[in-house]
């Protein structure tokens, strides 16, 4: 079966320092990767999709960056974290197109301070 | 483009009593809608779909919604609310293109009281 897994759970980072949020997916091939990012108190934004390797689609302009290094690894990044980076990050995949779901990991909630 | 509309950042109900949650949409080309909870700190679930055919749609612990075209309107009911469904719910609008891109709305924390 398909698991999906995303480290770490929680994260309080200083302002100014680095991000590395990783996600992976077990199970299943070539699936359609995305990083989601829920603040407090609103929906889901998406941030970044890939299709495959070294294929990254970035959904809104801001100061995150997304990698896809391996087929079934997605990784979201930083250099300098903001205030406004703090939120719900979710992790999900999929296969396919149009109407098939997505599976979501548990989230890593990002605290900067 | 398209967009999710959810009406009710919050909505209350007591236990046994009919659960509505409105979700609107817009969309320029036929759409695949969804459903989704979230439980508190965790991942979202599926609870339903609607991609094509049957516009009344059933899914997990008793929910359903109706897809309305006339309204552009997917809203999720559940005939008896039980303790176990407070959690947050989310609509989402996807098409058939476009690599599972889902729009999601806002969010509707439900609340549900003895």
């Known amino acids: 079966s398909q698991t999906i897994h995303q480290w770490p759970a929680t994260l309080v980072q200083p302002v100014g320092s680095p991000l590395s949020l990783e996600c992976t997916v077990e199970g299943t091939s070539n699936p359609n990767l995305y990083w989601y990012r829920q603040a407090a108190g609103r929906g889901l934004q998406l941030l970044f999709y890939?299709?495959?390797?070294?294929?990254i689609s970035s959904e809104v302009p801001q100061n995150l960056s997304a990698s896809r290094p391996q087929d079934r690894q997605f990784i979201l990044s930083s250099k300098k974290l903001l205030l406004s980076d703090s939120g719900f990050y979710l992790c999900a995949w999929s296969v396919g197109f149009g109407g098939e779901k997505l599976f979501f990991g548990s989230g890593t909630q990002l605290s900067v301070l | 483009a398209q967009s999710v509309t959810q009406l009710g950042s919050h909505v209350s109900v007591s236990e046994g009593a009919l659960v509505l949650l409105r979700c609107n949409y817009s969309?320029?080309?036929?759409?695949?809608l969804f459903w989704y909870v979230q439980y508190p700190n965790q991942g979202l679930q599926l609870l339903l779909k609607y991609t094509t055919g049957a516009t009344l749609v059933k899914g997990i612990n008793g929910f359903e919604a109706e897809f309305k075209k006339s309204e552009t309107s997917f809203h999720l009911t559940k005939p008896s609310a039980h303790m176990s469904d407070a959690a947050e719910y989310f609509c989402?609008?996807?098409?058939?293109?476009?690599?599972?891109?889902?729009?999601f709305g806002a969010g509707t924390r439900l609340a549900v009281h003895p």
């Open positions: 969309s320029s080309v036929p759409p695949y």
């Open positions: 890939s299709v495959g390797i070294g294929q």
């Open positions: 989402a609008v996807g098409s058939s293109g476009g690599y599972n891109k889902l729009i």
